[in-house]
């Protein structure tokens, strides 16, 4: 299936991969295309990236959604037969609403928004942001508002943090040393409470200015404010991990031509599999291309070279530090060639791969973005 076929055909479209190979670069490109082709799409963003929500004509991205003005698709002579609209997850406003949901009662559903641990837990356990994520996309997903949401997803050291973001965030709150707070708390005397809240600060000094008593009691209404939770929390958090394995839901893989990045999508993709999950394509983004050789030998180009360069730069460098520059450029194609066909090769006839070239500049505007998703949507 060519990855417009993707985006025609599914509700869910989610990039993944490893940090800094362009995953919302290729996220916005691919919401640009389906929007210019007809639907109504929503960009779920998790970077605060300005350059992105500058391409999208935004002054930021925010966490309530913004319409991208059909005007700025006409000056860039583009046209948008359907609708875009962007937004940024707000990790902790997923996590609030969440409480909010399955608290049994409004008193019950305070006392967590209030404790102190939650804010730290909800703002800054690692994997929150992935599981948040997650649950954003269960969420919007029966939105009849949208016919296609692209989520951007986290820059994760690892893209495999992500499929097992819910079930790590359950097992951190269900955890024995949560549970061993409680005890303490439940079981031991008031007087016990001062030498373990010392301890216990001392390893989550991230949790702010609190001590001792203060300390376990944050710690004990946080843990009876979960357990309150802990019945739907759990459901909901295999309800999420099943949305992931919908038919609906599409997965992009995003890698540059690093061989070590795309080792890592490579490993991601089997992952996917192993887990039922759809890998619908592979982007290969930030291609190097092979450019010929120019011929720069002639004194009219020389001349025309010499307009560009810095004064400071000899007539008779150029030519040595143009050919050193290129040189350098077409080791570098040949290298990222290498590794295109060798994935094309491996992974070729299963899954759709794409190639998006390394521009030379950043993708910093609407028509930059609907390049790059004219090079994602190119029939192969
Ligand atoms: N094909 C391209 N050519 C040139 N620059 C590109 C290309 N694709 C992305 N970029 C630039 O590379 C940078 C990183 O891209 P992007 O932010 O999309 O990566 P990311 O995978 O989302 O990163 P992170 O893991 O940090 O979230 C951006 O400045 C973007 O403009
Ligand atoms: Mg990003």
Same mark, same amino acid.
């Given at each position: 299936? @060519?990855l417009?076929?993707v985006l =025609?055909?599914?509700?869910?479209?989610v990039?993944v991969?490893?940090g800094?190979?362009?995953?919302?670069? !290729?996220?916005?490109?691919m919401a640009v $295309?389906a929007a210019m082709?007809?639907r /109504?799409?929503?960009?779920l963003?998790i970077d %605060?990236a300005?350059?992105?929500?500058?391409?999208? *004509?935004?002054?930021e991205?925010?966490t309530?959604? #913004?319409?991208?003005?059909s005007?700025?698709?006409?000056?860039?002579g583009?046209?948008?037969?359907g609708?875009l @609209?962007a937004?940024?997850?707000?990790t902790?406003?997923?996590?609030?609403?969440?409480?909010a949901r399955?608290?049994?009662s409004?008193?019950a559903?305070?006392?967590?928004?209030?404790? #102190?641990?939650y804010?730290?837990v909800a703002?800054?356990?690692? +994997? !929150?942001q992935?599981y948040?994520?997650?649950? /954003?996309l269960?969420?919007?997903?029966k939105d009849?508002?949208?016919?296609?949401?692209?989520l951007d997803?986290?820059? !994760?050291?690892?893209a495999?943090?992500?499929?097992?973001a819910?079930?790590?965030?359950?097992?951190?709150?269900?955890?024995p040393?949560?549970?061993w707070f409680l #005890?303490?708390?439940?079981?031991?005397?008031?007087e016990?409470?001062?030498l373990v *809240?010392r *301890?216990?600060?001392?390893l989550?000094? +991230?949790?702010?200015k609190?001590?001792?008593?203060?300390?376990?009691?944050?710690?004990?209404e946080?843990?009876?404010?979960?357990?309150d939770?802990?019945?739907?929390?759990?459901?909901?958090a295999?309800?999420?991990?099943?949305?992931l394995?919908?038919?609906?839901?599409?997965?992009?893989?995003?890698?540059s031509p690093?061989?070590?990045?795309? =080792?890592?999508a490579?490993f991601? @993709?089997?992952?996917?599999?192993?887990a +039922?999950? /759809?890998?619908e394509?592979i982007?290969?983004?930030?291609?190097h291309?092979?450019?010929?050789?120019?011929?720069?030998?002639?004194?009219? #180009?020389?001349?025309?070279?010499?307009m560009?360069? %810095?004064e400071?730069l000899?007539?008779?460098?150029i $030519? %040595?530090?143009?050919s050193?520059?290129? /040189?350098?450029?077409?080791?570098?194609?040949?290298?990222?060639?290498?590794?295109?066909?060798?994935l094309?090769?491996q992974?070729g006839?299963?899954?759709?791969?794409?190639?998006?070239?390394?521009?030379?500049?950043?993708? $910093?505007?609407?028509?930059a973005?609907?390049?790059v998703?004219?090079?994602?949507?190119?029939? @192969?």
């Open positions: 299936m @060519s417009a076929e =025609g055909s599914h509700r869910v479209v990039t991969g490893s800094g190979v362009g995953k919302t670069t !290729t996220a916005a490109a $295309h082709d007809g /109504k799409v929503l960009c963003t %605060p300005r350059r992105l929500a500058n391409s999208l *004509g935004l002054d991205m925010t309530s959604e #913004q319409d991208v003005p005007s700025l698709f006409e000056t860039h583009l046209q948008c037969k609708s @609209s937004m940024m997850l707000d902790k406003r997923t996590f609030d609403d969440l409480v399955h608290a049994s409004e008193e559903r305070d006392r967590i928004l209030n404790n #102190q641990i804010k730290y703002s800054s356990l690692a +994997g !929150t992935e948040m994520a997650m649950e /954003k269960h969420e919007v997903r009849p508002t949208w016919d296609l949401v692209v997803t986290p820059p !994760t050291a690892s495999l943090d992500f499929l097992t819910p079930e790590r965030l359950i097992d951190a709150i269900d955890s040393a949560m549970r #005890q303490v708390f439940e079981g031991a005397g008031k016990a409470f001062g *809240g *301890g216990a600060t001392v989550l000094r +991230g949790i702010g609190i001590t001792g008593i203060e300390f376990l009691e944050q710690v004990a946080f843990v009876s404010g979960i357990n939770l802990f019945g739907g929390f759990k459901e909901r295999e309800q999420v991990s099943d949305a394995r919908s038919p609906e839901v599409a997965f992009v893989l995003v890698t690093n061989p070590l990045a795309i =080792g890592e490579r991601f @993709s089997d992952k996917l599999q192993e +039922g999950m /759809k890998r394509a982007i290969i983004n930030q291609v291309t092979l450019i010929p050789e120019p011929n720069i030998s002639s004194e009219a #180009q020389v001349a025309e070279l010499r560009v360069l %810095p400071s000899d007539a008779a460098d $030519h %040595p530090r143009l050193e520059a290129l /040189k350098l450029e077409r080791r570098w194609a040949v290298a990222d060639r290498t590794e295109v066909e060798r094309n090769e992974v006839a299963e899954t759709h791969i794409v190639e998006v070239p390394a521009f030379d500049e950043d993708v $910093h505007d609407l028509a973005l609907a390049k998703a004219s090079y994602l949507t190119m029939a @192969s």
